[in-house]
Structures are given as C-alpha cells and as structure tokens.
C-alpha cells in the first residue's frame, strides 16, 4: 500500500461527500416536481410528451397502479430490445453487418439491461451494432435508472406522507427524472469523455498501420454518450467486452476518477433526498454514514489484499503486490477501489479482472453484492433496499425496548416487517438455490474454466451478481450457454422486481398511516447508535446469503468429484 493509493481514496471519499447535498437538492426539486433552470429550456418537451401520450401528470397512483404501470412499462421495454436484437442482421446502423443475436443471448441481453442489471455474455464490440447499442442498449440504460429513482421516490412519498392514498405518478416521474436530470448530465459527461479521449462516432472500423508496418482494424463506435449512463445510472454495460478496463471507455486516471464518482453520486444524493422528504436531513446523513463504513472497510480490505499479492508467489521469491488482471494504467489502489464501488453501487463495470483478485480481494466485491446492492447502491435500488434493511432494525430496536417500533414518524407494524422479510429473502433463496442447482446439474458444471472451489465461486458470483442487480461476473466463468443464459435471466427479474412490488406495498401502507411525534420512549434514528445498528443488520442478513455460500463450496465439489465433473 502507498501514500498515494491512500490519498486517491481519501479524495474520492471527499469529492463524494461534497458532491452529496447538490445532487440531493437537484432530486428534491424532481422529487417534489418543482421547476428547476432546465425548465425554461425543457419544460415545452415535457408538456409536449403528456399532450401525445394522453397523460396528466396530476393524477397520482396507488401503490398497485404504479407497480402495474411499472412492470408493464419494463416488459414492453424488454420485448422491444429482444426485438431489436434479433432483428440486428436486417436493420441499419450495422456497419460491421453483425448477424442478429441468437435467442438465448437476447433473451437475456434483454432482461438483463430492462432490470438494470447489464450482465454481458458476450464481447460488446464483436456482437452489437451501432444501433443496437444505441437504440436497444443505451435506450434501456436511461429508462431503467429513471425507474429505479421513480421507485426511490415513491418509497419517500409512503414515508413523508400522511393518511395518503397515493405514492405519486409514475409517468411523471420517469419523465421529469429522464427529462432534468439523466439527459442533461449524460450530455455533459459525454463531452467530457470525448475530450478525455473515448471515441463518440457512427463509423465501425478505422484500419491502421501499426509501429511494426502491419495493418490492424480497430473498432470505434458511439462509445461516449453510453459510457456517460453506463456509470451515472450504474448501469455497467461496456461497449467493449474489456468494459472500463479498455482505453476507448477509460483512457486515463482523471476519466477513471470520473467514472467512479458517475457510479455513486446519485446514489448518495438520493440519501439526502431521503432526509429533506421527511423533514430531518439527519435522517439521510445518518443512511449515508452506515453506508460509508461498510465502503470504506470494504475499499481498505480490498487494497490491503490486492497490495500485499500473492503469497505462492511470494514463497518462490517473486514480491510485489497482485498486478494480474490489471490496467498498468490505473495500478492497485485505483483498481481496487473501482471494484469496491462498482459492486457496492450494482454498476458491475469493472476496470480490472476480478476474476484474477486474491481470494480476499475478491470477496469483497461478492459480499458487497450479497448485502442487497445497499451500500450506496443502485440508483434508487440503493436506498429503497436501505430503507428495506432500516425497517427491519428499527423492529429489532423495538423488540429491544419494548414498544411498537417508529421510524420518522411511522409505526412500523406487523405487515410492513413482513413485506420487507419477504422482500430481502429473495436474495438469499435464489442466490443459494441457483448456485446449488448449478453445482450438481451437468450444464452447469459445464460454465466455469477453474475446477474445485475457484470454479465454484464463478458459479456463485455469478448468480450473486445476477440476483443483485450487478452485472460483473468471474470472467473465468462461460456464460454464453442456453442454461446460463436462461437462468440467469430469470434470476435477473426475480431479483428485480419480487423487491421492488412488497417495497410499493410497503409505501402504500406508510403512506396511509398518521404522523406519529417522537417521544421521550422512541428510539433515536440519527445518531451513533442507529448507524451502528443498522451497519449490524446489514451484516447479519448479509451473512444469510454469504456463510451457506462458502458452506457449499467444498459440498458441491465433492459431489461433482463423485460424478467424475471436478478434478
């Protein structure tokens, strides 16, 4: 480890925190559906779009009406991509004349990009055409973020309301957050990235002579504009198979440091948003610093491990710390934070191969995941999934005190604890359930290159990140099979959506309840001893998903060495 290495993390975590309360501020102003200086210049085109859509953005939705038109919008969206997918090979923008991308893979593709969860089975560069990235790809990376901060906000209605049968309009809020906020800041960051150096071009290969007097095709592409959402909405959907790792989408430290803060500003503006829907912003500073201890204990983990390499190396005389799978370009500090953030925030670009991590090191990111994408998390899948979690310890905090439990001023009774149960389970059940089926079943064997417990962590990142939301993988795992296609995908959309419908339900029964005052016998929700709490429940309920996972390692290898499977 090094004083620089250090000082990257020190600054990042500095720029985060600065950055948190404009971002939060800008949100509030949406959430509330208050203009803002964009409104001058995109007002008309909102107005514009509920006068052809037959839309008024005054009439609020229940809870059930805005999951129905929530899951209908996300399905249509998700047809509509799978479409164009298959239909790649007849359609223009295909410069390269790539056929149409076989069933399973859309499937899959699409699924994957409509629940915000980009997992990639394939290389970006040598399977999509310029408008499948653009039109079916880039298209889904702005619309699922907008519905995962529409989902925030509408979480935040349920809590800041009283005696409320709506949560909102979930037209309006995809378009206002679309509109105000993804478009304008992607514009920007694209032309920060064109500057950088990544490429922004309909052309598809540009031949070049090589230092050698060879000739070498390269491949180019409308790179920057979905690089900008790729990180904002913590999509992590690369272009190029390399994702973050190529120079074409990362060419330097400074665009490096930028991606890193794309991935989790929104998401930690979201926390402040949180506190000022309530009426006390200590609310949301206290979320942002729970959220921050497990990041940075998971970033200093990481980095200690990643610096201090590989100890069989070490045994044969070869010191220094672990540069396998690594961009010389960024090193270890900036590899390893990069990989804390990325799962933290369900983004899953990757600027290294985690993969090629130590077995610490890559732990790390596995966990992450499997603490629920809460850790700053997903834009909007963060805090909604927090406030799942915030429930739950404030019922433990209750239990412990003896009265019914509150939280900013809403009785947390029997159906929300069992809704938010229900919805944190999933992760555990499907993760577990589908790494274990994956480790007896033939095709599933049939995925991961390494062999024995390596081979089955593939397994188990792999669903991890599918059920999360997240979208990085073990590379060493191969992907692009009907089995893993289709079970993936279906973990995708389960992870997805049975958390997103018991958490509207969950703002639909808040919502409806009284105000209720703190009193001498409620328990503090700001200081200290909630953030401590919190952070303990977190990792307890993480720990339903991550010690059964390292408890099936050696019983799934031993049984696939009984089938003759593992060496």
Known sequence: ????????????????LALTKP??????ALYEGRRTP???LLGPVERGFYRLSGIDPAEEQGWRRYAVHMLAFNALLTFFTYGVLRLQGVLPGNPQRLAGVGEHLSFNTAISFAANTNWQSYAGESTMSNLSQMLGLTVLNFLSSATGIALAFALFRGFARTQAKAIGNFWADMTRITLYLLLPACVVLTLVYISGGVPQTLAGVVDVQTLEGARQSILLGPVASQEAIKMLGTNGGGFFN????????NPTALTNFIQMLSIFVLGAGLTWTFGKAVGNTRQGWAILSAMMILFLVGTTVTYWAEAAGNPVLHGIGVAGGNMEGKEVRFGIAASALFSVVTTAASCGAVNAMHDSFTALGGLVPLFNMQLGEVVIGGVGAGIYGFLLFAILAVFVAGLMVGRTPEYVGKKIEAREV????????VLPLMILGLTALSSVLEQGLAGPLNKGPHGFSEILYAFTSAVANNGSAFAGLTANTPYYNGLLGVAIWIGRFF??????????????KKYTPESAGSFPTTGGLWVGLLVGIILILGGLTFLPGLALGPIADHLAMIRGQLS
Do not use: D
Not at 1 to 16: C, E, P, R, S
């Open 23 to 28: 971002a939060g501020l800008w949100l509030f």
């Open 1 to 16: 480890m090094t004083i620089q290495g250090w000082l990257l993390i020190l600054a990042f975590a500095g720029v985060l």
């Open 418 to 425: 069992k809704l938010a149960v229900l919805a944190i389970a």
């Open 38 to 40: 964009l409104h001058r």
């Open 499 to 512: 958390i997103i419908v018991p958490m509207l339900a969950i703002a639909g029964s808040l919502a409806a």
């Open 242 to 249: 390399a994702n973050s790792a190529h120079p074409f989408e």
